[in-house]
């Protein structure tokens, strides 16, 4: 099975920027969709970003503009550079494999999970 792992969270000031990285541990992407979710507390773990293996992106409306998915299959490592960062973006992110080719936007769709890393936006 492996594993994925996420890391780039942080403390950030509002405005400011961080990178993820979702490194695959004993397992490949192959041809796979992978997604980024986020949870804050209290709330459910909502849709922020994922990227097929062509490159085609999707987005939150939330984030759009502000954040930029991207992937290097050679290295099977997602990235999310993540500028603008807002109080609100405060949550753990989630890195995911969908385990098919096409992307989505419910984490019901996803197979695979990290154990997430914690971004926090200070106002």
């Known amino acids: 099975q492996g594993q994925l792992v996420e890391s780039g969270g942080g403390l950030v000031q509002a405005g400011g920027s961080l990178r993820l990285s979702c490194a695959a541990s004993?397992?490949?992407?192959?041809?796979?969709?992978m997604g980024w979710f986020r949870q804050a507390p209290g709330k459910e773990r909502e849709f922020v970003a994922a990227?097929?293996?062509?490159?085609?992106?999707i987005y939150a409306d939330s984030v759009k503009g502000r954040f930029t998915i991207s992937r290097d299959n050679a290295k099977n490592t997602v990235y999310m550079q993540m500028n603008t960062l807002k109080p609100e973006d405060t949550a753990v992110y989630y890195c995911?494999?969908?385990?098919?080719?096409?992307?989505?936007?419910?984490?019901?769709?996803?197979?695979?999970w990290g154990q997430g890393t914690q971004v926090t936006v200070s106002s």
């Open positions: 990227v097929m293996w062509t490159g085609y992106s």
């Open positions: 004993g397992r490949t992407f192959s041809n796979n969709a």
């Open positions: 995911a494999d969908r385990g098919q080719a096409w992307i989505g936007r419910r984490p019901s769709e996803y197979e695979f």
